[in-house]
């Protein structure tokens, strides 16, 4: 993995860090275009650096050949491409669902939490009233932070905001402090923050964590967008 010193602190945001994009996936998951075609989209919009972020899970069999891929593609490439994935938190108690060689070997390492594992289930936000899911997406945030073994945390409240459009001030400031202690990355990310970055950014601004900027593309169309309105509004 990519050291914290790869990362730069919120108060240190330069137009150059922002023209990066660390969380997007490609046709090797969920996303809907190639790698080449994400790098052609990101270097047409002035981008200097990604990483293809695609999801992984323990049982996942398609690493080696997806290392492979991005690094011939960075090779031939006018814009830095490195090896990345996003990860689930898997339990309470912070592991994540991804091999230890697996995280040794990827740029960026990112987990989020997505769904709610509670006994042999998981669960969606929706499924709770809104106060006991925001609250246990915060304890599984704050687990996976204690825990370690990424850099990169993704989309803090994201499941919450979506279902309920609404995370507490007070628990994404928990994270962004436990973010800071732990030396990991804050996703700001296109796909959940854009609404709230009025809230966010103070609070960033206050503890000065490490940043990853993230469009969580799943296709091309937004590529470059979210750089663009996080100049506007940070520079």
């Given amino acids: 993995m990519k050291s914290i010193s790869f990362f730069k602190r919120f108060n240190e945001l330069s137009s150059t860090y922002l023209d990066t994009d660390f969380h997007l996936h490609s046709t090797w998951t969920d996303g809907k275009n190639t790698i080449q075609e994400i790098v052609n989209i990101a270097h047409k919009n002035h981008l200097n650096s990604i990483a293809i972020t695609d999801h992984i899970r323990k049982e996942s069999t398609y690493f080696d050949d997806y290392e492979k891929e991005i690094q011939f593609i960075n090779s031939q490439s006018d814009i830095d491409v490195h090896v990345g994935f996003e990860a689930k938190v898997a339990d309470f108690f912070g592991n994540i669902d991804v091999k ?72 994404y400031e928990k994270i962004i402090r436990c973010c800071l202690k732990n030396e990991i990355a804050f996703d700001l990310s296109g796909r959940y923050h854009l609404k709230r970055l009025d809230v966010l950014c103070p609070l960033l601004n206050k503890y000065n964590p490490f940043i990853s900027i993230g469009s969580d593309s799943h296709n091309i169309k937004p590529i470059g967008r979210w750089n663009r309105q996080l100049k506007e509004y940070i520079l």
């Fill in 100 to 171: 230890r060689e697996v995280s040794e070997r990827a740029d960026i390492a990112i987990v989020s939490v997505h769904r709610y594992p509670l006994g042999n289930r998981l669960y969606k936000a929706s499924d709770f009233k809104k106060e006991i899911a925001q609250e246990i997406e915060l304890e599984l945030s704050l687990a996976a932070l204690n825990k370690g073994g990424f850099n990169v945390f993704g989309h803090a409240g994201g499941m919450s905001d979506t279902h309920f459009k609404e995370f507490p001030v007070d628990f």
